[in-house]
């Protein structure tokens, strides 16, 4: 959350820069177009890049051309976009959470709080004064050219000639001032305020009050009200000038207007003496009037407007199609963020020359890698996030070639990061090239098979023991993929829990807490997530599974089914065999229920049939690596 405001402090202030730049550039033109950029700087603050980002994100474009998406999601762009995102990888510089002082984040909030209660008090005050005055007020009776709808007031209290008022702007003006000015003078002032009133000034000025009082630490902030001040008024003497065409009188009612009453306290009351006087008067003496933007110009403001608008949204869809395919990760639990172009320091690929013998293993606990003697589907599965059937176009030799990698990541790499450096292994040793689209596919639903919503006799929530193991553990894991600590033992190594007997638990004894046996035809579970069934039963049934049981938390549960026309699970699924090598299931009981049937019988769910939108990953490209 921190690091979110600062990058949009950062990117406030140089959207600032750059509009002070334009005002630079058109300071000979009208004052309404210095206003106008000046007022985007200050809704910039309430606006901030990441939110049109995350518009963008909904589009995820995903035929960008390649120079593009490499310079959008480049690690130089992400750090002058967002430099104040959680730190790299470089364990020397990593801040974690428990080395943050606990009591600087409150004593932040607490002075925040602190200057925007006295901001919102004072306007409170100055509101009230103002308000005071157009109780005290009466309707002008003189003769003054107003447009109709607008209304004159007059009031003994008021500073000088001024519009209050939002929905509804009036004109206030001091008792009396029509005795000491002229008749050209008065109507100069007045037509002043008029063009304040059409122009809807004390609306654009009470939302930088807005701004003022929510950022009310940074510097910008009071000279971009600074800066709306002197061009709103500049604005509307441009406007006197051309449309009455008398500058002497027009300065001199400016003049006595000053010379007898003091400036408008408030900036949300726009009136004839605000900004600077003396150079205004200078100005409006040399009938100074603003020259009209010529067409490069208004190219240039089109481009520059269109530009603000379209780059984040198109950045934040690039993103997360890079996020989506693989091609960029971030750890969201630990706010550890990991470089798209981190690779492995040395990486061995080698075929498998006999590819009928038992499969090996996966050990990817960095900064060791070990993939042994495995179809390179796996590792593309596995690094695409995305079961077989929402991988399109791979060709058939990723299922039948083994292969045998040996990787080193470099030191003190999380493992979080151990996605991205799967991604790029298969792009540089395989030449992989994805893109993600959206395919209208058959999907199931998982529902409650019972009206009441009871689950089934073999589902049953976790004793509380075995939760409060669980959730250590995964405290542990989340800890060790943002870079803090060692990682989690295994089970049978030293300061781990005790090895789980494959073969009893493949016999049918009950898996030790947090385990679990998803074999076809064969599962049991204990401390497990019901997401985690979910991601087995779409390998099983070929089809995206939706979890619509409304069941959260960990869970026990058995299911015993006939694995006749199931597929068998893929490497996604959470199975004991992952880590310990391949594990020969016995036979499954040919005159058990079927899948469907054991898992309303025995569960208590349901899967049904439906179709939807389904994200894909389309393979464009992926070759049979050189051996080394």
Known sequence: ??????????????????????????????????????????????VPFASLAAVGSLAQWQQVPAPIRSVVTSPAARDFNAPFDATWLDQTTMVTATAQPQWITPLLVGVWLCGFAAILLRRV???????????????????????????????????????????????????????????????????????????????????????????????????IGARLVATREQACDEHVIAETAEPIAYAEGIAGVCRRYVETPLMSVAGVAGGDVKVRIDAILANRIGLRLTLPKRLVLAAVAALSLTVPIVTGAIEAAAFA??????????????????????????????????????????PRFEYSELPIGWLLRSALQKPDYQVIGAPRWIDTDRYTIMAKAPDGTPQAALTTLMVNLLKDRFQLATHLETRE??????????????????????????????????????????????????????????????????????????????LTGNVAASGQTIAQLVTTLSDWVGRPVIDKTGL???????????PEGVRAAGPMGPTLTLLQGQVQSPAADPNAPSLFAALEEQLGLKLESSRGPVEVVVIDKLERPTPD
């Open 325 to 366: 395919a693989g091609q960029q990760q971030v750890a969201p639990a630990s706010g550890t963020r990991i470089d798209p172009q981190l690779r492995f320091e040395v990486v061995s690929v080698k075929p498998v020359a006999d590819a009928s013998g038992p499969l090996g293993r996966f050990l990817p606990l960095l």
């Open 552 to 562: 959260t938390g960990l869970y026990d549960f058995t299911l015993k089914f006939s």
């Open 1 to 46: 959350m921190t690091a979110a405001l600062f990058n949009h402090l950062w990117q406030a202030t140089l959207f600032t820069a750059a509009v002070a730049l334009l005002a630079l550039a058109f300071r000979r033109n009208r004052a309404r177009l210095r206003y106008g950029l000046w007022l985007a700087a200050s809704i910039k603050f309430l």
């Open 441 to 518: 596919l058959l999907t199931f639903n998982l529902v409650m098979a019972r009206t009441d919503g009871r689950p089934g006799p073999s589902l049953t929530t976790t004793p509380a023991d075995c939760q409060a193991t669980v959730a250590e553990r995964n405290a542990a894991q989340k800890a060790f993929a943002a870079g803090r600590g060692a990682p989690p033992p295994l089970p049978g190594m030293p300061g781990g829990p005790p090895a789980p007997n494959l073969d009893a638990i493949l016999k049918g004894a009950t898996p030790p807490c947090g385990f679990g046996r998803f």
């Open 125 to 223: 005050r100055q509101w009230r004064e103002v308000r005071a005055a157009v109780r005290a007020s009466t309707s002008f009776t003189g003769a003054a050219p107003v447009a109709a709808g607008i209304e004159i007031r007059t009031a003994p209290t008021v500073l000088a000639p001024g519009v209050v008022g939002l929905r509804r702007p009036v004109i206030l003006l001091p008792e009396g001032i029509d005795a000491y000015l002229t008749a050209d003078q008065f109507a100069a002032v007045v037509a002043h305020e008029v063009c304040h009133v059409r122009r809807r000034d004390n609306l654009t000025a009470a939302i930088h009050m807005a701004v003022e009082a929510v950022f009310w630490f940074h510097p910008m902030v009071w000279w």
